[in-house]
């Protein structure tokens, strides 16, 4: 197995301008796994209580997802309802997380050799728990969110010191790093200690630091948004899925995973849930990437 994600998997109710869907598969989990299996073997872990829907157990079988990583335990799966404004911001509603509350992931031998893993935005003490029982991994990548960085930044901030790939949305690198401007508050992300700060502006587009390089690409045009829950999730999965299957990472590599995981954001935010991610082909990404291409290519000077 070449890719590890640590996440979580639920159950949501969402309400966007464009309509609401009930008792939806979702999770952080869910969406990058689903992502990342279009390019390379990957497993899932997470855990769901004994209400889970088996038709979504059969959902996860049938991507080739359902197996020793994903724990079924006695009591209530993780839920999430919310709603999302004009300008895509997302209120929840309700939270109840369940068997998530009590999740402490323990991997197999065999897991822990996997060449390429992503902690998904679970808990940082969580993240450093997979961190240390992973044997010789190529590449880490993680995600958090806003609570994680407000109320345990310190344990969060060593984390980073040990990641490939850190993925944030913009208002979280504010946040982290103090830093209003995007373009300087990416460069401060990257000299925080992961090797790659990657910031994800939503339809504005992604930017990409290193310590001495620097790359930035638009978003996807969509002309209808219908619903954003899972798009970063599904975008740090086509981006980890892509590079595990390049046998030596360079900056020219990771540029197309950034391309190809902006493809796959747009593409999840087109349907309610994972619907269709879960429907996506790896030649549907190719072809959108090359319309991508076409649409950013600038003219000559």
Excluded at 40 to 55: K, Y
Excluded at 272 to 286: N, V, Y
Aim: net charge positive.
């Amino acid at each position: 197995m070449s890719l590890l994600i640590v996440g979580s998997v639920a159950i949501d109710s969402i309400a966007t301008p464009w309509g609401r869907v009930d008792q939806v598969l979702g999770g952080s989990a869910t969406y990058a796994a689903l992502a990342a299996q279009l390019w390379t073997p990957t497993v899932m872990v997470a855990v769901v209580g004994s209400d889970f829907p088996a038709t979504y157990t059969r959902f996860f079988s049938k991507h080739g997802l359902n197996g020793e990583g994903l724990q079924k335990v006695p009591g209530k799966t993780f839920r999430w309802k919310g709603r999302y404004d004009q300008n895509l911001q997302a209120h929840t509603l309700h939270l109840d997380l369940g068997v998530f509350h009590d999740f402490q992931p323990e991997l197999s031998p065999a897991l822990r050799r996997v060449s390429h893993a992503f902690l998904g935005n679970i808990h940082p003490s969580l993240q450093w728990n997979v961190l240390r029982q992973l044997s010789k991994p190529r590449m880490v990548a993680c995600d958090s969110r806003d609570d994680w960085i407000r109320h345990n930044r310190k344990e969060f901030v060593s984390l980073l010191k040990r990641m490939d790939i850190l993925f944030l949305n913009d208002s979280e690198t504010r946040l982290l790093t103090g830093v209003h401007g995007l373009v300087k508050a990416t460069h401060a992300l990257a000299r925080m200690g992961p090797k790659v700060a990657v910031v994800k502006k939503g339809e504005h587009g992604v930017l990409v630091a290193s310590k001495d390089a620097f790359f930035s690409v638009p978003g996807y045009p969509i002309a209808e948004v219908v619903d954003p829950t899972g798009a970063g999730d599904s975008f740090a999965g086509t981006c980890l899925g892509y590079l595990a299957t390049v046998r030596r990472p360079s900056w020219a590599a990771l540029c197309r995973a950034i391309q190809l995981a902006s493809v796959a954001a747009s593409v999840t935010i087109e349907d309610f849930g994972p619907a269709r991610l879960s429907g996506l082909s790896r030649q549907e990404i190719l072809r959108r990437a090359r319309a991508y291409q076409s649409i950013t290519r600038t003219v000559s000077l």
